[in-house]
Nanobody, 129 residues
Framework: QVQLIESGGGLVQAGGSLRLSCTAS????????MGWFRQVLGREREFVAA????????YYRDSVKGRFFISRDNAKNTGYLQMDSLKPEDTAVYYC??????????????????????WGQGTQVTVSS
């Protein structure tokens, strides 16, 4: 079993930055992917970004490319989502997730909730205009 603890959410003005962290504990292998999703009340949870743990390959939804940057620190079992140039439409609850036994490389392998086995509790990000 893997537990995910997120931190770093908060309130920021448009144009500002936040960095989310997600630390994994429990039995994990290196063949995983960590993803970030977000959800607005009343809407479906949507994919934001993902990183493959072994080779640091990254994936982003189009609307965050060039503004959000995902990374991981193997030694700390922690993934990060650096969010710059934030917009009010980025306001949501952000969830991190881990896909175990990750041997795929395509975007289609990381952009669906069903691709992931473990989820964090979520952290609120609010961007004011």
């Amino acid at each position: 079993q893997v537990q995910l603890i997120e931190s770093g959410g908060g309130l920021v003005q448009a144009g500002g930055s936040l960095r989310l962290s997600c630390t994994a504990s429990g039995r994990t292998s290196q063949n995983i992917a960590m993803g970030w999703f977000r959800q607005v009340l009343g809407r479906e949870r949507e994919f934001v970004a993902a990183v493959a743990w072994t080779d640091a390959r990254t994936y982003y939804r189009d609307s965050v490319k060039g503004r959000f940057f995902i990374s991981r620190d193997n030694a700390k079992n922690t993934g990060y989502l650096q969010m710059d140039s934030l917009k009010p439409e980025d306001t949501a609850v952000y969830y991190c997730a881990v896909a175990k036994d990750f041997f795929c490389s395509g975007y289609e392998c990381v952009d669906e909730m069903l691709d992931y086995d473990y989820w964090g509790q979520g952290t609120q990000v609010t961007v004011s205009s």
